[in-house]
């Protein structure tokens, strides 16, 4: 089993109290974050609660960010390091001619229509896998959710034995074949399994690793905290063709 206390090294210490508090006034700010090399993004699923806060927090570290959505006017983020591709991910050409040039894909790309099958989100994550083969990069950070596959048991019997099997199966099966088409694909891939999501300002510390429990029933992470965690395995590869359940 692999534990860790997420604190980045080319970061400010996340777990003191000046930076909690200024957290979240940095994310949505706008100023570049010094020290890393500058990157083009391409990130899928922009527009949503977690896709704009990983949006915000690359533009935060100086990279070139470009944003595939299908809704633009959702993104709400404005930037001269951000170009705005407006698509679909079930068109596959549409997602071919997004992904070349770019140095790194990120995807927050959820389930469509929640408690129901999406077979148009499982096929664009195809598209990509396909488009990233074909054109480059190899280089894919996606976020799934903890309670897909073997990591039910991380939850608890309340959430892994009740929730995600009975309620929650046809977002989890999703997933789940979404994750097989990644892990099958041969690309530099981490996906990351984070549990609840909350909307509060980042934290900055919380657990990272395999086989890792929860130590609540209903255990929550701030969106931010997950875009953060995101944005740094575009470069470290610790978690290098795994997925890593993030848990507070």
């Known amino acids: ?23 979240q006034a940095w994310l949505t700010s706008g100023a570049d974050w010094p020290g890393r090399p500058e990157m083009k993004l391409l990130i899928f699923g922009a527009s949503g609660a977690t896709g704009r806060a990983l949006v915000s927090a690359a533009l935060a570290e100086g990279h070139l960010v470009t944003a595939f959505v299908r809704t633009p006017r959702k993104l709400a ?30 995807s927050c790309l959820g389930v469509g229509v ?27 950070i996606y976020q799934s959710f903890l309670g897909v596959r073997d990591s039910r048991r991380q939850l608890g019997p309340l959430l892994g034995g009740i929730v995600v099997p009975l309620v929650l199966r046809h977002e989890a ?3 789940e074949a979404k994750e097989r088409l990644i892990a099958q694909s041969g690309l530099d ?9 909350g909307n509060g300002p980042a934290i900055g510390r919380f657990r ?9 029933l209903l255990p929550t992470l701030a969106r931010a905290d997950v875009a953060a965690f995101m944005l740094s ?16």
Do not use: N
């Open 208 to 216: 990272h690793g395999h086989g890792i429990r929860a130590r609540s």
């Open 114 to 140: 929640p408690l129901k099958h999406d077979a148009a989100v499982i096929a664009g994550i195809g598209f990509i896998v396909e488009a990233m083969q074909r054109s480059g990069p190899t280089r894919l």
């Open 1 to 23: 089993m692999r534990l860790r206390l997420h604190k980045a090294a080319a970061r400010p210490d996340w777990s003191a109290g000046r930076f909690r508090r200024g957290a």
């Open 77 to 106: 983020i404005s930037h001269d390091r951000l170009s705005v591709i407006v698509g679909d991910v079930a068109d596959c050409k549409a997602v071919e001619g997004a992904i070349a040039g770019h140095d790194a894909v990120l």
């Open 233 to 248: 395995q575009v470069s470290d590869k610790t978690y290098s063709r795994t997925a890593v359940a993030l848990l507070p």
């Open 173 to 175: 099966a999703d997933h």
């Open 189 to 197: 891939w981490t996906i990351v399994r984070p549990p609840k999501l």
